[in-house]
């Protein structure tokens, strides 16, 4: 059975006009090899995760970059099946005991059985063409069955191999949809620039992109001036976000494939914090155009645009709810800011959600969570990253003190969080699991902010 995957892989950026382009995506091809009657999965004893092994992938070929590929894709697709706690991994320690096959066919699974696995991950890397053939295998130890099987090439980019290979192992294993292909985008003052006539280069930011992982971060604006709050659309393939470069702040949508650029605003007032529909046909936004901050939902080519609160307050960072009906956003109408809700057209009552001493910038999970993410004053200059169950209200409180923690954005699969934190002295991004565990620093150059998960 032959099938395609979505792996996407960049080429090197190119700068096209106001805003840098990332060149023509690839799509690299995989042929599963298993037999299309074998649905077995992996299990643990008494329920705990199973327990996996996953030695170096064998080169080959004894060239260094084949040697080197093969050692990076084992290295990345033990840390991407690492991230979802799915599985428990069997030190690589204890590895140097086991023989290493000739072949995927001559895999040692009894001497694996001794280690205690319930399952090995196998794999070879070979030179093909400009790229590489990746072939792994996931065999369940007690039964001796192949249970997972595929090929892959087209592409030169070894991560992306681990990436892909990581990903259909969650699904077919564990019914998950994992995350090793998805991106992350965020707001960076690292290039040092200044505006004209300032001192400072605070004022100049920039939209970067990079992978889940924070590897591979690349530019996409190279405006010279103030650019924040990006939001990847649902197709993964178009940013939107706020842009200074006219003067006052407008809603721009940067298409990083097709190396095109809109504006979804031109005025009048000032218009930021764009958010975009679950289904990518509509951008919520906050617009002083009508002399007030309010929140305004419209097409996503800027047609049939909407008011959708009307308060003397002011009405701010939106996010939409998972099936699109509802859009949560922060506003101080009852004296400080809270998180409130509306349906989506505007038509029924607000409600108040949030009942802490200064809320902001929401961001509602996927489903099948119905949670919302936000920061919350917890203390003199403080800020932490809070979790409220719509439903019920309940509230859970997921980092504590000592920093600013805010800007949350849930990853598709709602298992994790991305967030700015100066824990570390600057700003910088972070990704933490939805309980709050397993928190991890992605950048370091510059300071980076306002972190959106694509799908």
């Given at each position: 059975m032959k099938h395609r995957i979505s792996a996407t892989i960049l080429v090197p950026a190119v700068a096209l006009g106001a805003f840098v382009v990332a060149g023509a995506a690839q799509t690299p091809q995989t042929a599963a090899q298993q037999p299309s009657d074998v649905i077995t999965t992996i299990s643990g004893d008494s329920g705990a995760p199973p327990r996996l092994a996953l030695p170096a992938f064998v080169p080959v070929s004894t060239d260094a970059e084949t040697v080197a590929a093969a050692q990076l894709v084992s290295n990345v697709l033990w840390d991407d099946l690492n991230f979802e706690r799915e599985f428990a991994f069997i030190p690589r320690d204890v590895y140097a005991t086991i023989p290493v096959p000739k072949s995927l066919d001559d895999v040692p699974l009894d001497r694996w059985r001794e280690l205690n696995a319930d399952g090995v991950i196998a794999g070879t890397v070979q030179k093909s063409g400009t790229g590489f053939l990746v072939r792994v295998r996931l065999f369940d130890v007690k039964s001796r069955r192949q249970v997972f099987g595929s090929e892959y090439s087209g592409s030169s980019n070894a991560r992306v191999y681990a990436h892909a290979i990581s990903d259909e192992i969650l699904m077919k294993q564990r019914g998950l949809r994992g995350v090793a292909r998805t991106k992350l985008t965020f707001q960076s003052d690292r290039d040092g620039e200044r505006l004209a006539g300032t001192i400072e280069n605070?004022?100049?930011?920039?939209?970067?992109?990079?992978?889940?992982d924070g590897e591979n971060q690349r530019r996409v604006?190279?405006?010279?001036?103030?650019?924040?709050?990006?939001?990847w659309a649902p197709d993964g393939r178009s940013i939107a976000y706020t842009s200074w470069r006219r003067g006052q702040p407008q809603v721009f949508i940067s298409h990083i494939y097709e190396g095109t650029l809109d504006e979804l605003t031109k005025g009048p007032g000032e218009n930021w914090l764009p958010a975009w529909s679950p289904d990518g046909t509509r951008v919520a936004f906050a617009s002083t155009r009508d002399g007030n901050s309010e929140i305004y939902v419209a097409n996503r080519d800027g047609s049939n645009l909407r008011r959708i609160t009307n308060n003397p307050a002011i009405d701010t960072s939106p996010t939409w709810s998972p099936n699109g009906t509802e859009i949560a956003f922060t506003s101080d109408r009852s004296g400080s800011p809270q998180i409130y809700t509306v349906s989506a057209d505007g038509l029924s009552a607000v409600q108040r959600l949030t009942n802490d001493s200064y809320c902001d910038r929401p961001t509602w999970s996927p489903a099948p969570f119905n949670e919302i993410a936000y920061a919350a004053r917890t203390g003199g200059s403080e800020f932490d990253i809070k979790v409220i169950d719509v439903p019920t209200r309940e509230v859970r409180q997921l980092t504590f003190g000592g920093a600013i923690n805010e800007s949350p954005s849930f990853a598709p699969n709602g298992r994790h969080i991305a967030f700015t934190s100066t824990r570390s002295g600057k700003s910088q991004i972070f990704v933490m699991a939805r309980d709050g565990k397993d928190v991890r620093q992605l950048t370091k150059a510059g300071n980076n902010k306002q972190p959106s998960w694509s799908n």
């Open positions: 605070r004022n100049v930011k920039e939209i970067y992109f990079s992978d889940y604006t190279a405006t010279r001036a103030l650019n924040g709050f990006p939001d």
